[in-house]
């Protein structure tokens, strides 16, 4: 018999500037600290098979974003729903639990996310891997773009709002997010797109996710000062990337090796959720990498508070 032990991990929530932040916490306080951050229209959830992974060597925090998971959800006119808004929220969720660095798993929303935390403090990111997420225009599927949001992004009315409540924000248009593009959809767990429309179907919270996929919009105004501070800084990054991504192109993966020649990519032969059907194969790339990557990184673990 094996005497291998899963790590424990806690579910525990923090104040943060009067909302109650969810977040996952594994592994030991006194080693690097892996800052998970999700994706869209998910939560922390999707960490679920990665975080006993990392959480051998790795102290592991993947918090749920306002509006999403366990998370505080205020109305659209309490909370500005916003990138911008839940990078600082992170901001002060790292703070408040003295993470003085961090390698970041950036994913879709989570992207956005930790590259303006970044841009904010360069000095605390130790590596980046990335997942399936936008950086460069050439990044998102135009045919995606036509499901709505380029209309909604363009005049915000009803009928742009209702092609994707009819069907982006529908479990028809959830469930595509975990099986658009893999390999064996019978490795792919029901469990992704009930859980994640539940939560979806909450009262109000459709108003809170077409606040956010609006102001998604700024994102292309925000991608060249992301880009400067990947040719400034050159974070050590690993690139995971679902190659049959219906949401993100291959091109994007591959762009980001122009501001950091360094980075390494690796398309895997899935969609966009890769940590679904490839955990192992990513988990195992992300231990490889950072071994090499993050081994003068001893002295400068976190610590929690108590």
């Known amino acids: 018999m094996s ?3 899963t790590p424990s991990v806690w579910y525990r929530t923090l104040n943060v500037e009067g909302l109650e932040v969810f977040y996952r916490e594994a592994g030991p306080r006194d ?3 892996a800052l998970l951050l999700h994706g869209f229209p998910s939560s922390s959830h999707m960490f679920r098979n990665l975080i006993p992974m990392l959480a051998d060597k790795y102290h592991v925090v993947a918090p749920d974003f ?3 998971g366990e998370s505080s959800a205020p109305p659209v006119n309490e909370f500005d729903y916003s990138f911008e808004s839940f990078a600082t929220i992170t901001e002060k969720f790292t ?5 003085s660095s961090y390698i970041l798993y950036l994913s879709d929303i989570g992207a956005s996310v930790g590259f303006h935390l970044a841009v904010r403090h360069p000095e605390r990111v130790m590596a980046m891997i990335v997942q399936n997420a936008d950086a460069h225009v050439e990044a998102i599927n135009k045919a995606f773009l036509k499901t709505g949001l380029s209309d909604y992004w363009e005049d915000r009315s009803e009928r742009s709002a209702q092609l994707l409540l009819d069907w982006l924000l529908t479990i028809e248009g959830t469930k ?7 390999k064996d959809p019978s490795k792919i767990s029901p469990d992704n797109w009930v859980i994640d429309q539940a939560y979806l179907d909450r009262p109000g919270n459709k108003s809170i996710q077409l606040s956010l996929l609006y102001n998604a919009k700024r994102n292309l105004d925000a991608y060249a000062g992301w880009q ?4 400034k800084h050159q974070p050590p990054m690993l690139i995971t990337w679902g190659k049959n991504d219906g949401i993100f192109t291959v091109e994007g993966a591959e762009l980001y090796k122009r501001d950091i020649p360094s980075a390494e990519l690796h398309l895997i032969d899935t969609g966009h959720f890769a940590l ?3 955990v192992d194969r990513i988990g195992s790339l ?7 990557k993050i081994n003068n990184f001893g002295n400068a673990a976190s610590t929690l508070v108590a």
């Open 3 to 5: 005497n291998t032990v």
């Open 31 to 33: 080693a690097p600290t």
């Open 66 to 68: 306002p509006g999403y």
């Open 95 to 99: 703070e408040k639990l003295n993470l």
């Open 176 to 182: 595509w997010h975990y099986l658009h593009g893999v």
């Open 228 to 231: 400067e501070y990947f040719r």
């Open 276 to 278: 679904e059907e490839e």
């Open 286 to 292: 992300i231990h490889e990498f950072l071994d090499r």
